[in-house]
């Protein structure tokens, strides 16, 4: 029912900063859990954060707080992670997520993979050192 489509990555030096966006489509009335994760060569994927839309509550992974920011507009369907002061081992594929969550926000920074039923195809995030 929900639809999402990635865009903004590419190849920045140590200390850069990208934006990506991720632009929601379909039924997207309801209460979800959003939240990007990341994917590196030869290693598992990992989330980076996540944001329950009803109330704007987000959560991170240790390595990216303080450097990452997710967001979202809700006027335009999108949502957005900031990544600021980018590392090299910030490299990896990075993907939207999405699934229907009306429980609270309580639950969308501790679950699992698994819940996420809606995927974006991904974009590559490169740094060089």
């Known amino acids: 029912r929900v639809q999402l489509v990635e865009s903004g990555g590419g190849s920045v030096q140590a200390g850069g900063s990208l934006r990506l966006s991720c632009a929601v489509s379909?039924?997207?009335?309801?209460?979800?859990?959003l939240a990007w994760f990341r994917q590196a060569p030869g290693k598992e994927r990992e989330g980076v954060a996540t944001i329950y839309n009803d109330d704007d509550t987000t959560a991170y992974r240790d390595s990216v707080k303080g450097r990452f920011t997710i967001s979202q507009d809700n006027a335009k369907n999108t949502l957005y992670l900031q990544l600021n002061d980018l590392k090299p081992e910030d490299t990896a594929m990075y993907y939207c997520?999405?699934?229907?969550?009306?429980?609270?926000?309580?639950?969308?920074?501790?679950?699992?993979?698994?819940?996420?039923?809606?995927w974006g195809q991904g974009t590559q995030v490169t740094v060089s050192s």
């Open positions: 379909g039924d997207n009335s309801d209460s979800y859990c």
């Open positions: 997520a999405a699934f229907e969550h009306r429980g609270g926000n309580w639950y969308c920074e501790q679950a699992p993979t698994n819940d996420y039923n809606y």
